[in-house]
């Protein structure tokens, strides 16, 4: 069965929403009780020199905030992680990763990500977030990032089979793993659903189970609290 795709994608360029009046923190760590995990076990595949360290930034402009708050952006990520969040109650056994956007230049981490696991975990549904490598070099108007710069769809790619990979040791049905993305990580998703093959060499015994998706959720750009 192919991956269901539930919407269509528009790229936004998300890192608009930043504006010059924001609060400059230490790279991004996600909330106590989670713990980010390295997707790759040593140097990832078509690394490229980080154009400074990792970087947090939260907008703290009141005319930017949305639904009432800030937004968190994340820059310069070189390397990317996974967090899992677990459902403590009610299991469903399915799992989404979620892909934040941000115009393959920065991550838009909590308005386009951990807002999205705090809504679905409750639903008993495993959430993992995915922090992947930005920037991508802007070759186009459309922000396209394959096949030039193959960076975020291998570090998807990688996720999806580790998530599977690890299925039985986090309660996850493996046949219920579905990819969830706003902007640039909807369009990210849509690339996961068609390059159903590896772009990169497989390093071990997590690259040997599927890295397809199960299902699709795209997201044009970013929606309200």
């Known amino acids: 069965m192919k991956p269901l795709l539930l919407a269509v994608c528009l790229l936004s360029p998300c890192a608009a929403l930043y504006s010059q009046q924001a609060a ?11 713990t980010q995990v390295p997707i790759w076990p040593g140097t990832p595949p078509n690394a ?3 154009q400074g360290p990792e ?17 968190t952006a994340i820059y310069n990520v070189s390397r990317p992680t ?15 990763i979620v892909f934040p956007g941000g115009g393959y230049q920065i991550l838009a981490i909590d308005l ?28 186009t108007q459309y922000w396209a990032a394959y096949p030039e710069s193959p960076m975020a769809l291998e570090d ?7 998530v599977r990979f690890h299925a039985a040791e986090w309660h996850i049905d493996p046949h219920k793993i579905g990819v969830l993305g706003f902007s640039a990580g909807g369009h990210l998703v849509a690339a996961t659903s068609v390059h159903t093959v590896r772009i990169y060499t497989p390093v071990d015994a997590a690259d040997k189970v599927s890295c397809r998706p ?3 959720v795209v997201k044009s750009a970013s929606g309200g609290r």
């Open 55 to 71: 970087r947090a930034e939260t907008d703290t402009d009141p005319k930017n905030f949305i639904a009432g708050k800030p937004a």
């Open 48 to 50: 490229r020199p980080a």
């Open 112 to 139: 386009e990500g951990t807002e999205v696991c705090d809504w679905l975990v409750p639903r008993g549904i495993t959430c993992i977030l995915l922090k992947y490598r930005v920037p991508a070099p802007h070759l």
């Open 82 to 96: 996974m967090t899992v969040y677990s459902p403590t109650g009610n299991n469903t056994g399915a799992a989404v």
């Open 156 to 162: 998807a790619q990688r996720t999806i089979g580790l």
């Open 24 to 34: 400059l923190q230490p790279a991004w760590q996600p909330t106590a009780g989670h």
């Open 214 to 216: 199960d299902f699709a």
